[in-house]
């Protein structure tokens, strides 16, 4: 059998399988300064939508933008260590289009985030500078 902390067979109990998926969250805001930029935008887009009082609907748009974001991120992050562990850091065209790929996915990602966040503020900043 494994020592706990080397773990290869299946997780036996939800509470296991939950630590260990919080473990890889942890993982990913500890060494990806990409997704703490994200989680700290984040945060500031929650302080400006209560104090620019924004609607329910407001609110689901940037939950969208925002989880969309950050799970790119964690995808993107995902693909980088499987590629970096599968060619130990030599260069590859193939690593190189998987990885670009995946960026991509987060550059696409951010641009609809910077779309709602204008179709949400401009008008909640019209309103608050011109009512
Ligand atoms: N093994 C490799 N073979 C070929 N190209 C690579 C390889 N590793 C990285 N690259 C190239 O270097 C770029 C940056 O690598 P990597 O994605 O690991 O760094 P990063 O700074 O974490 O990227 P990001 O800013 O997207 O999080 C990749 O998009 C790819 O173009």
């Known amino acids: ?3 706990p902390g080397k773990q ?3 997780n036996h109990t939800f509470a296991q399988s939950l630590r260990h998926a919080w473990s890889g ?3 990913a805001l500890r060494e990806e300064r990409n997704l703490r930029r994200d989680a700290a935008g984040a945060v500031l ?9 924004a609607q329910r609907t407001d609110w689901l748009w940037l939950a969208a933008a ?3 974001v950050i799970f790119a991120e964690l995808g993107n ?7 970096d562990f599968v060619t ?3 260069f590859s065209p193939q690593a190189k289009k998987i990885k670009d790929l995946s960026a991509g996915v987060v550059l696409l990602t951010a641009f609809f985030a910077v779309v709602v966040g204008a179709l949400v503020f401009v008008p909640l900043l019209w309103t608050c500078l011109f009512n």
């Open 66 to 68: 925002i989880w969309l």
């Open 88 to 90: 130990h850091g030599t």
């Open 1 to 3: 059998m494994a020592s």
């Open 8 to 10: 290869t067979s299946k």
């Open 25 to 27: 969250v942890r993982i």
């Open 77 to 83: 992050t995902l693909i980088e260590s499987l590629v």
């Open 45 to 53: 887009v929650i302080i400006a939508a209560i104090l620019l009082h």
